[in-house]
């Protein structure tokens, strides 16, 4: 059975730093990917990064482009997310997902077949 588990998202003031994790049991990061989203209150789940490593591709949100950079670390079998600059619109609960194949589009949720329980990030301003 697949689990993903999100950490490392907490209360931080606007302009500072967080790095999410993202660890998988029953799994690894294989070639299909892996995408962080985000979901604030009231508003559908969004795209944020993903990472396909057998194709070397890394792709971002234009909402975070050059603020957040995604990473994975095979000896741990775990993705992080480095979250810098952060803004208050920032706010949200922060996804893992692994994308179910290879054909589905990364910015897509329905493309992702397995989900973590989340990690709120709160930035105040």
């Known amino acids: 059975q697949v689990q993903l588990a999100e950490s490392g998202g907490g209360l931080v003031q606007a302009g500072g730093s967080l790095r999410l994790s993202c660890a998988a049991s029953g799994r690894t990061f294989d070639s299909n990917g892996v995408g962080w989203f985000r979901q604030a209150p009231g508003k559908e789940r969004e795209f944020v990064a993903a990472l396909v490593h057998r194709f070397g591709y890394i792709g971002y949100a234009d909402s975070v482009k050059g603020r957040f950079t995604v990473s994975r670390d095979n000896a741990k079998n775990t993705v992080y997310l480095q979250m810098n600059s952060l803004r208050p619109e920032d706010t949200a609960v922060y996804y893992c997902?692994?994308?179910?194949?290879?054909?589905?589009?990364?910015?897509?949720?329905?493309?992702?077949?397995?989900w973590g329980q989340g990690t709120q990030v709160t930035v105040s301003s």
């Open positions: 997902g692994i994308r179910r194949d290879n054909t589905g589009a990364l910015r897509l949720q329905s493309s992702y077949a397995y």
